[in-house]
C-alpha cells in the first residue's frame, strides 16, 4: 500500500570516483538494466549495472531489488542517468489477490466509511448505470478511478507556476480522483486507526488499485488495458472489468483511426449471472457477442439485440453481426479477462473482418 506521496527529479548522478573508474561503460544515449542493491535515506542507491556495483546520487526512493531501467544522458565529468522506467513485473500473489477481488460473493463492503463521503461521491460518479446510455463512462473511468493518479501530479508539479498556483491545482486534483482521495482520508489526522474496518478495507482496495495500475505497466507495449469498474447496489458497491485492446503502437505508421479496437466487460449481474460481452470497432463498424451462463438466460438477452441494435444505429453506426451464446465455464470465469490481458503474441479478444 503506498503510504504517501514523493516527488522528485528521474535523474540520478553517479559520483566522481565511480565515474572515472567505469566511465568507459557509459555511452550517451544508451539505455541499461540496473538492479538497485540497497538505497539510503540521505539520497544514496547502490546498482548493479553491467557486473559492478556502482554509487550514484539520487533523490528518488528507490527499494532494495527493484530493477529498473536507465538512460545515459550525459557521460562527459559525471554521469547523469535519467530513469525511463521500473521493469518490476507482477507477481503471481498480486494476480491471484485481483482475481479474488472479483470473485468475492455477492457485493464488495463498503470501503469508504462514514467519513469519505467524497471517495464515495466519486464512485457515483463513474460508476455504470442503467437504462441510459453515458458518452462519459470511459473518459471519467480513466481519469478518476486512481489508475491516473501519479501521472496527473507528476504533470502538475513540471510547471513554472507560481508555488501556490501549483499546490491550488493539486488541490482540486485531490477532490476528483478515487485514489487521491483515500490516501488523504486514511492519512488526516484524528481518522481513526488504520486497523479499523474502514482503514483494513481502504489498505485492501489501494493495494488492489496499485495492482492494477502494474498489471497495465507490464501490458502497455501491448496497448491492452485492463481496468475496474464500480456499479452501485443498496449502499455497497460491486466491480466488473474492462479489457480495452487498442492493437498497441503501429510499426508501420498506421493510422490510428485504421485500427480496430476490442473492449470487453466482464460483470456478474445479480439475476443474469456472470456476463461477458466482447466489441470490435473499426471507425464506425461494430461486430459484437454475448456470452452467458445458459440457455434461457442467452434467450432473453437475445431478445433484446433488436433494440441494442436499432440504438447503435441511431447513433450512425454499422452494425456487421450481434449474437448472444452459451458460454464455455473458462470464458466467464473472474480470471478470464486477465489471463487474456497476460497472453503474448497476436490473441485477441474476437477476430473479426469488416
Same mark, same amino acid.
Given at each position: 500500500m503506498i503510504s504517501g506521496i514523493h516527488i522528485s527529479t528521474s535523474?540520478?548522478?553517479i559520483q566522481k570516483g565511480d565515474a572515472k573508474k567505469n566511465l568507459s561503460n557509459f555511452i550517451k544515449g544508451q539505455t541499461l538494466l540496473a538492479k538497485v542493491i540497497n538505497w539510503s535515506p540521505e539520497g544514496k542507491a547502490q546498482l548493479f549495472i553491467n557486473g559492478k556495483t556502482i554509487t550514484a546520487k539520487t533523490p528518488m526512493m528507490l527499494k532494495p531489488g527493484q530493477e529498473i531501467e536507465l538512460k545515459v544522458i550525459q557521460e562527459k565529468d559525471s554521469v547523469i542517468l535519467k530513469l525511463v522506467g521500473p521493469t518490476q513485473k507482477i507477481t503471481t500473489s498480486q494476480i491471484s489477490s485481483l482475481v479474488s477481488f472479483f470473485s468475492k460473493n455477492g457485493s464488495i463492503p463498503d470501503i469508504?466509511?462514514?467519513?469519505?463521503?467524497? &471517495?464515495? /461521491?466519486? !464512485?457515483?460518479d463513474i460508476a455504470l448505470k442503467s437504462g441510459k446510455a453515458d458518452k462519459d463512462f470511459l473518459p471519467k473511468l480513466i481519469e478518476k478511478s486512481g489508475m491516473m493518479w501519479e501521472k496527473k &501530479? %507528476?504533470? +502538475? &508539479?513540471?510547471t513554472d507556476k507560481p508555488p501556490a498556483v501549483i499546490k491550488a491545482g493539486l488541490d482540486q486534483l485531490l477532490t476528483q480522483d478515487v485514489k487521491a482521495n483515500i490516501l488523504r482520508e486514511t492519512m488526516a489526522p484524528g481518522q +481513526? #486507526?488504520? +486497523?479499523?474496518?474502514? +482503514?483494513? %478495507?481502504? %489498505?485492501?482496495?489501494?493495494?488492489?488499485?496499485?495492482?492494477?495500475?502494474l498489471l497495465n505497466q507490464n501490458t502497455s507495449e501491448s496497448g491492452r488495458? !485492463?481496468? #475496474? $469498474?464500480p456499479v $452501485?447496489?443498496?449502499?455497497? $458497491?460491486?466491480?466488473?472489468?474492462? !479489457?480495452?485492446? /487498442?492493437?498497441g503502437k503501429s510499426k508501420k505508421g498506421g493510422k490510428d483511426s485504421d485500427k480496430v479496437v476490442r473492449i470487453s466487460f466482464l460483470l456478474n449481474m445479480t439475476k443474469l449471472g456472470p456476463l461477458r460481452a466482447? $466489441?470490435?470497432v473499426l471507425k464506425k463498424s461494430i461486430t459484437g457477442r454475448f456470452l452467458l451462463q445458459d440457455e434461457d438466460t442467452c434467450k432473453y438477452v437475445n431478445s433484446k439485440l433488436p433494440e441494442l441494435k436499432q440504438k447503435l444505429s441511431g447513433m450512425d453506426y454499422q452494425i456487421h453481426q450481434m449474437e448472444c451464446s452459451v458460454a464455455r465455464n473458462e470464458e466467464i470465469l473472474e480470471s478470464s479477462l486477465i489471463e487474456t490481458l497476460l497472453k503474448k503474441g497476436d490473441d485477441q479478444v474476437l477476430n473479426i473482418i469488416v
Amino acid at each position: 500500500m503506498i503510504s504517501g506521496i514523493h516527488i522528485s527529479t528521474s535523474e540520478m548522478i553517479i559520483q566522481k570516483g565511480d565515474a572515472k573508474k567505469n566511465l568507459s561503460n557509459f555511452i550517451k544515449g544508451q539505455t541499461l538494466l540496473a538492479k538497485v542493491i540497497n538505497w539510503s535515506p540521505e539520497g544514496k542507491a547502490q546498482l548493479f549495472i553491467n557486473g559492478k556495483t556502482i554509487t550514484a546520487k539520487t533523490p528518488m526512493m528507490l527499494k532494495p531489488g527493484q530493477e529498473i531501467e536507465l538512460k545515459v544522458i550525459q557521460e562527459k565529468d559525471s554521469v547523469i542517468l535519467k530513469l525511463v522506467g521500473p521493469t518490476q513485473k507482477i507477481t503471481t500473489s498480486q494476480i491471484s489477490s485481483l482475481v479474488s477481488f472479483f470473485s468475492k460473493n455477492g457485493s464488495i463492503p463498503d470501503i469508504t466509511g462514514s467519513r469519505m463521503e467524497n &471517495v464515495k /461521491t466519486i !464512485l457515483h460518479d463513474i460508476a455504470l448505470k442503467s437504462g441510459k446510455a453515458d458518452k462519459d463512462f470511459l473518459p471519467k473511468l480513466i481519469e478518476k478511478s486512481g489508475m491516473m493518479w501519479e501521472k496527473k &501530479v %507528476a504533470v +502538475g &508539479v513540471q510547471t513554472d507556476k507560481p508555488p501556490a498556483v501549483i499546490k491550488a491545482g493539486l488541490d482540486q486534483l485531490l477532490t476528483q480522483d478515487v485514489k487521491a482521495n483515500i490516501l488523504r482520508e486514511t492519512m488526516a489526522p484524528g481518522q +481513526g #486507526p488504520i +486497523g479499523s474496518d474502514g +482503514g483494513k %478495507a481502504s %489498505a485492501i482496495f489501494l493495494e488492489t488499485l496499485e495492482s492494477f495500475q502494474l498489471l497495465n505497466q507490464n501490458t502497455s507495449e501491448s496497448g491492452r488495458f !485492463l481496468l #475496474p $469498474f464500480p456499479v $452501485f447496489s443498496e449502499n455497497t $458497491f460491486q466491480f466488473g472489468q474492462l !479489457l480495452i485492446d /487498442t492493437g498497441g503502437k503501429s510499426k508501420k505508421g498506421g493510422k490510428d483511426s485504421d485500427k480496430v479496437v476490442r473492449i470487453s466487460f466482464l460483470l456478474n449481474m445479480t439475476k443474469l449471472g456472470p456476463l461477458r460481452a466482447d $466489441f470490435s470497432v473499426l471507425k464506425k463498424s461494430i461486430t459484437g457477442r454475448f456470452l452467458l451462463q445458459d440457455e434461457d438466460t442467452c434467450k432473453y438477452v437475445n431478445s433484446k439485440l433488436p433494440e441494442l441494435k436499432q440504438k447503435l444505429s441511431g447513433m450512425d453506426y454499422q452494425i456487421h453481426q450481434m449474437e448472444c451464446s452459451v458460454a464455455r465455464n473458462e470464458e466467464i470465469l473472474e480470471s478470464s479477462l486477465i489471463e487474456t490481458l497476460l497472453k503474448k503474441g497476436d490473441d485477441q479478444v474476437l477476430n473479426i473482418i469488416v
